[in-house]
């Protein structure tokens, strides 16, 4: 069994900062890439960054220069650090991990519950 759990959202205001983590645990054999999606009411989720086991990144447009990702492989945990927020990154904040289960041969993707980040004008 597999668990993704993020956690670090909170309501800010424009301007603020926040850090997000999400953890990964139980049967995992390997993990090959970890990613930040986010769903705003009435959207589709989007993504906001991706982050491979080699460490090379990918971000969603509306985030460059502001957001970074980053992870620890070693603690199978990702974080997402939010600066210059605005009030159109308001959001639930998802994350998701490509990984290999143990007694699996192959990847699959995992999400975790979610994480609510607002930010006020």
């Known amino acids: 069994q597999v668990q993704v759990v993020e956690s670090g959202g909170a309501l800010v205001q424009a301007g603020g900062s926040l850090r997000l983590s999400c953890a990964a645990s139980?049967?995992?054999?390997?993990?090959?890439?970890m990613g930040w999606y986010r769903q705003a009411p009435g959207k589709q989720r989007e993504l906001v960054a991706s982050?491979?086991?080699?460490?090379?990144?990918n971000y969603a447009n509306s985030v460059k220069g502001r957001f970074t990702i980053s992870s620890d492989n070693a603690k199978n945990t990702l974080y997402l650090q939010m600066l210059s927020l605005k009030p159109e990154d308001t959001a639930v904040y998802y994350c998701n991990a490509i990984l290999q289960r143990l007694g699996i041969s192959y990847f699959d993707a995992y999400w975790g519950q979610g994480t609510q980040v607002t930010v006020s004008s």
């Open positions: 139980g049967s995992i054999v390997s993990i090959s890439g």
């Open positions: 982050i491979t086991f080699g460490g090379r990144t």
